[in-house]
Protein backbone atom coordinates (compact mmCIF):
# COMPACT_ATOMS: atom_id res chain seq x y z
CA UNK A 1 0.00 0.00 0.00
CA UNK A 2 1.35 3.64 -1.08
CA UNK A 3 2.39 5.57 2.28
CA UNK A 4 1.50 9.13 2.20
CA UNK A 5 3.27 12.02 4.31
CA UNK A 6 1.60 14.22 6.67
CA UNK A 7 1.58 17.75 7.95
CA UNK A 8 -0.73 20.24 9.91
CA UNK A 9 -2.63 20.74 6.93
CA UNK A 10 -1.45 18.41 3.79
CA UNK A 11 -1.44 15.44 2.97
CA UNK A 12 1.65 14.84 0.60
CA UNK A 13 3.78 12.43 -1.62
CA UNK A 14 6.56 14.66 -3.18
CA UNK A 15 9.88 12.47 -4.17
CA UNK A 16 12.77 14.08 -6.38
CA UNK A 17 16.27 12.31 -7.71
CA UNK A 18 18.48 15.40 -7.48
CA UNK A 19 22.07 15.49 -8.66
CA UNK A 20 25.44 17.96 -8.44
CA UNK A 21 28.87 17.69 -8.79
CA UNK A 22 32.32 18.73 -7.70
CA UNK A 23 33.36 22.05 -9.40
CA UNK A 24 35.56 21.19 -12.60
CA UNK A 25 34.51 17.29 -11.91
CA UNK A 26 37.27 16.95 -9.64
CA UNK A 27 37.12 13.45 -8.26
CA UNK A 28 37.60 14.44 -4.27
CA UNK A 29 34.77 12.64 -2.50
CA UNK A 30 36.42 10.10 -1.97
CA UNK A 31 37.72 8.58 1.50
CA UNK A 32 37.28 11.16 5.12
CA UNK A 33 35.75 13.73 2.28
CA UNK A 34 32.99 11.55 0.81
CA UNK A 35 32.17 10.15 4.26
CA UNK A 36 31.90 13.42 5.75
CA UNK A 37 29.74 15.12 2.30
CA UNK A 38 27.44 11.90 3.20
CA UNK A 39 26.70 12.99 7.25
CA UNK A 40 26.72 16.58 6.41
CA UNK A 41 23.62 15.93 4.11
CA UNK A 42 21.85 13.82 6.35
CA UNK A 43 22.11 16.34 8.55
CA UNK A 44 20.81 19.02 6.27
CA UNK A 45 17.70 16.40 5.94
CA UNK A 46 17.11 15.88 9.02
CA UNK A 47 16.96 19.44 10.01
CA UNK A 48 14.34 20.16 7.22
CA UNK A 49 12.24 17.28 7.25
CA UNK A 50 13.63 15.33 4.12
CA UNK A 51 13.43 11.77 4.52
CA UNK A 52 16.70 10.21 2.18
CA UNK A 53 14.78 6.98 0.66
CA UNK A 54 18.15 6.74 -1.36
CA UNK A 55 22.04 8.00 -2.01
CA UNK A 56 24.85 7.90 -3.08
CA UNK A 57 28.02 9.88 -2.97
CA UNK A 58 30.42 9.00 -6.04
CA UNK A 59 33.62 10.20 -6.47
CA UNK A 60 32.90 13.60 -8.76
CA UNK A 61 28.86 14.25 -7.65
CA UNK A 62 25.63 13.07 -5.22
CA UNK A 63 22.75 11.50 -6.14
CA UNK A 64 19.85 11.75 -4.01
CA UNK A 65 16.34 10.40 -3.49
CA UNK A 66 14.21 11.84 -1.29
CA UNK A 67 11.05 12.13 -0.13
CA UNK A 68 10.36 16.20 0.70
CA UNK A 69 7.35 18.23 2.86
CA UNK A 70 5.67 20.97 0.39
CA UNK A 71 6.70 24.14 2.69
CA UNK A 72 10.31 23.35 0.51
CA UNK A 73 11.33 24.19 -3.28
CA UNK A 74 13.58 21.71 -4.81
CA UNK A 75 15.58 24.56 -5.38
CA UNK A 76 15.62 25.24 -1.51
CA UNK A 77 16.67 21.92 -0.69
CA UNK A 78 19.88 21.60 -2.98
CA UNK A 79 20.55 25.04 -1.78
CA UNK A 80 20.51 23.97 1.51
CA UNK A 81 22.52 20.89 0.76
CA UNK A 82 25.25 22.29 -1.30
CA UNK A 83 25.81 25.54 0.62
CA UNK A 84 25.88 24.02 4.22
CA UNK A 85 28.34 20.93 2.78
CA UNK A 86 30.05 23.41 0.77
CA UNK A 87 31.06 25.53 4.00
CA UNK A 88 31.87 22.86 6.45
CA UNK A 89 33.83 20.48 4.17
CA UNK A 90 36.40 23.54 3.21
CA UNK A 91 36.86 24.68 7.10
CA UNK A 92 37.58 20.99 7.87
CA UNK A 93 39.69 20.11 4.97
CA UNK A 94 41.70 23.34 4.48
CA UNK A 95 43.70 21.40 2.00
CA UNK A 96 40.90 21.60 -0.45
CA UNK A 97 41.96 25.06 -0.82
CA UNK A 98 44.78 24.52 -3.28
CA UNK A 99 42.09 23.39 -5.68
CA UNK A 100 39.24 24.83 -4.52
CA UNK A 101 39.65 29.01 -4.82
CA UNK A 102 37.18 31.32 -4.00
CA UNK A 103 34.96 29.27 -1.60
CA UNK A 104 32.92 27.03 -4.35
CA UNK A 105 33.25 23.04 -4.14
CA UNK A 106 30.59 22.75 -5.95
CA UNK A 107 29.95 23.18 -9.35
CA UNK A 108 27.07 25.44 -10.51
CA UNK A 109 23.93 24.29 -10.84
CA UNK A 110 21.67 20.80 -10.46
CA UNK A 111 19.63 18.03 -11.81
CA UNK A 112 16.25 17.07 -10.55
CA UNK A 113 13.87 14.31 -11.60
CA UNK A 114 10.22 14.43 -10.21
CA UNK A 115 8.94 10.85 -9.35
CA UNK A 116 6.00 9.22 -8.42
CA UNK A 117 3.27 6.55 -9.01
CA UNK A 118 0.58 8.81 -11.16
CA UNK A 119 1.84 9.17 -14.55
CA UNK A 120 0.43 12.41 -16.25
CA UNK A 121 -2.27 10.09 -18.32
CA UNK A 122 -4.09 9.11 -15.20
CA UNK A 123 -4.16 12.81 -14.35
CA UNK A 124 -5.73 13.75 -17.68
CA UNK A 125 -8.14 10.99 -17.30
CA UNK A 126 -8.86 12.19 -13.79
CA UNK A 127 -9.39 15.24 -14.92
CA UNK A 128 -11.73 14.33 -17.99
CA UNK A 129 -13.86 12.04 -15.99
CA UNK A 130 -14.18 14.22 -13.09
CA UNK A 131 -17.30 15.79 -13.67
CA UNK A 132 -19.09 12.98 -14.19
CA UNK A 133 -20.06 12.62 -10.79
CA UNK A 134 -23.85 12.66 -10.22
CA UNK A 135 -23.08 15.17 -6.75
CA UNK A 136 -20.53 17.28 -9.22
CA UNK A 137 -21.07 21.11 -9.16
CA UNK A 138 -21.64 22.52 -12.47
CA UNK A 139 -20.31 25.73 -11.80
CA UNK A 140 -16.68 24.35 -13.06
CA UNK A 141 -14.86 26.24 -15.88
CA UNK A 142 -12.14 24.10 -18.04
CA UNK A 143 -8.37 25.54 -17.87
CA UNK A 144 -6.45 24.84 -20.86
Known sequence: MRSYRKASHTVHDLKVHLIWITKYRYKVLTKDIGLRIRD???QVCDQNDIQIIKGRVSKDHVHL????PPKLSVSDIVR???GRSSRKIQEEFPQLGKIYWGKH???IGYAAF????VTDEMIQEYLENHGQHPNHNDDEFVVE
Not at 65 to 68: G, M, P
Open 65 to 68: YISY
Open 80 to 82: LCK
Open 40 to 42: LIR
Open 114 to 117: SSGH
Open 105 to 107: FWG
